[in-house]
């Protein structure tokens, strides 16, 4: 199972309410896990040999936010990547929410080839920077999977902001999050950056 099938298990349960923090945390060994397993081969045995483990900012339910979604279908778009690869996407929506006592919003896109998978076709996609980027995390951004939600009151949990693989490998082909995905405020939650990068 990749990240991002679990990633989606993990949100389809947390339809229903917050995640746990043993469920995040069972989540984030289960990825560790994925990584070093050479049969998954996401990272090469010699990569795996220098692998140093994951880190992370300590579960903090603060960062377990309500945000108001507005849809607003865009057209489709090609996604800068980190090689010449630009997978199709399409603005879905955006979040709206207050933390830290400012109001941040971020775009949500929906992957054009994932949406026509039976299995991906209420998977969401939120690439971000915030003021902990290329400090005390991936200085490329984080990501956030999201499923597709009933109303206009979502929940949005950030201690889920997981690295692209290439954080952790230079073989990997990663969206950069838009500008418009800036947030101007630390988030200190979710994975930082590998021990020993």
Same mark, same amino acid.
């Given at each position: ?12 349960? @947390? ?16 990825? @560790? ?8 081969? *996401? ?39 980190? !090689? ?13 929410? !207050? ?9 949500? %896109?929906?992957? *054009?080839?994932? @949406? ?21 995390? %991936? ?25 692209? %693989? ?18 101007? !405020? ?12």
């Amino acid at each position: 199972m990749n990240l991002l099938s679990f990633l989606f298990i993990l949100l389809s349960f @947390s339809s229903f309410g917050q995640l746990s923090k043993e469920e995040i945390l069972s989540g984030r060994k289960s990825h @560790s896990d994925e990584l070093l397993d050479p049969d998954k081969k *996401i990272l090469t045995p010699e990569e795996i040999e220098s692998f140093n483990g994951l880190d992370y900012f300590p579960f903090d339910s603060t960062y377990q936010v309500t945000a108001v979604f507005t849809k607003a279908k865009g057209p489709k778009f090609e996604m800068p990547t980190t !090689t010449e690869r630009r997978p199709v996407y399409r603005k879905y929506g955006e979040i709206k929410f !207050t933390f830290a006592d400012k109001v941040h919003v971020l775009n949500v %896109y929906q992957n *054009i080839e994932l @949406s026509k998978s039976k299995e991906y076709k209420n998977y969401l996609f939120v690439p971000f920077r915030d003021l902990t980027s290329g400090k005390e995390s %991936y200085g490329g951004g984080r990501y956030l999977d999201l499923e597709k939600q009933r109303g206009n009151k979502w929940l949005i949990d950030f201690n889920l902001a997981y690295n692209p %693989y290439c954080a952790y490998s230079y073989r990997y082909s990663c969206p950069i999050p838009p500008k418009e995905n800036r947030i101007t !405020t630390p988030i200190q939650a979710g994975e930082k950056i590998p021990f020993g990068h």
